[in-house]
């Protein structure tokens, strides 16, 4: 693609499925997981979280206590939380491809200690990144302007020559103001997204 020189990749329904988030944990303790995800998103878990400020684990011992779980204070909910991803080869295939021909980075609203889990697990495709950009290490959240600038930055070209794939409107949308070329990433249909990248970004 014409004046494009660094992509970044998002991780959640980019590089790893994450659809079956908390399955794990709620199954085990018969919480009801639409309960549990309302918990998450409607108190500050979801934004303490990905801005750095509390841990998973410290998330779960408010969970605990929320939900009156028993014999759950050693459990180690970021493990069991990762546990239920699973990689989208299909997507480290690609990046691997686009490696040879740009640079390539990784930016993501992640939570404090998973991202060296996530590689470990082989959850985000192996590759040495130019640029990784976390909402948990720079205090900002996509879809705001500062986390898109700093990544701008940290990528040491223009607006303009940057491509971003995402699986959230809202965090494309962003990206757009900002100036950078996006593309919706469609995790239900892995195959033929993977197809139209490619026809972008190697043809």
């Avoid at 108190?43 to 408010?62: C, H, L, S």
């Avoid at 939900?67 to 991803?85: K, Q, R, V």
């Avoid at 640029?131 to 898109?148: D, H, M, N, Q, W």
Wanted: some cysteine.
């Amino acid at each position: 693609m014409n004046r494009v020189k660094f992509i970044y990749f998002d991780i959640g329904n980019v590089m790893a499925d994450t659809n079956d988030y908390f399955k794990g944990a709620t199954t085990k303790f018969n919480i009801p997981l639409s309960d549990f995800t309302q918990f998450w998103d409607g108190g500050n878990g979801a934004d303490d979280m990905t801005r750095g400020k509390i841990t998973a684990q410290e998330f779960w011992q408010d969970a605990v206590r929320k939900f009156n779980i028993e014999n759950a204070g050693d459990f180690d909910f970021l493990e069991s939380w990762l546990s239920d991803y699973k990689p989208i080869l299909e997507t480290h295939e690609l990046a691997r491809k686009l490696s040879k021909q740009y640079k390539i980075g990784l930016i993501s609203n992640l939570y404090p200690g998973m991202i060296t889990k996530l590689f470990n697990r082989g959850l985000v495709a192996d590759l040495k990144y130019s640029a990784v950009i976390l909402s948990c290490e720079t205090g900002f959240r996509k879809p705001e302007k500062e986390i898109y600038q700093i990544a701008t930055e940290k990528a040491a070209v223009r607006p303009e020559d940057i491509f971003f794939i995402d699986d959230r409107i809202d965090f494309i949308e962003g990206a757009n103001k900002f100036g950078w070329h996006t593309f919706r990433f469609d995790d239900s249909k892995i195959l033929s997204t993977i197809n139209r990248l490619e026809k972008l970004l190697l043809e």
